[in-house]
């Protein structure tokens, strides 16, 4: 005798519903403001992948945030509140960038060390933070 398959057994299943729902949502409100939504999501995919360098772009602007969200995740795992994820990212971001427009030096120490600033930096602004004990959870 054949079981049916359960759809809970599917593990992706949530976020599949998840995704749908969100195209489902997000084309009600293109509609509502007048605009195709079949025509809207094409000029979507085509600016995200249409290109020869269109999906390198992609993944240029989509790697820091999903880092970004991996960090999150683990600090849940680990039962660690941290809203401040994204401050750390851009207090990063600033101080690479100015360790970046330091000049002269070579570049086996300056990627390194534009590297370490930057998470040195992301550390010290999540430690300020944590050493005035808002980090409870």
């Known amino acids: 005798m054949l079981k049916a398959l359960k759809l809970k057994s599917f593990k992706g299943f949530g ?3 998840s995704i749908i729902c969100s195209f489902i949502i997000g084309a009600l409100v293109i509609y509502v403001m007048g605009y195709s939504p079949v025509e809207a999501y094409r000029e979507l995919f085509k600016g ?3 290109g ?3 999906f390198g772009t992609t993944l240029e602007r989509f790697c820091p945030i999903l880092l970004t969200g991996f960090g999150y995740a683990i600090c849940i795992k680990a039962r660690y509140f941290n809203l401040g994820m994204e401050g750390c990212l ?3 971001a600033i101080t690479a960038g100015g360790i970046g427009l330091i000049t002269g030096l070579p570049m ?3 990627i390194p060390l534009g590297l370490l600033s ?3 930096a992301g550390a010290i602004w999540v430690g300020s933070r944590d050493y005035c004990g808002f980090a409870t959870m």
């Open 15 to 17: 976020t599949l519903i």
């Open 48 to 50: 995200a992948f249409g």
């Open 52 to 54: 020869p360098f269109s």
């Open 90 to 92: 851009y207090m990063g």
């Open 108 to 110: 086996a120490i300056h």
């Open 118 to 120: 930057g998470a040195l």
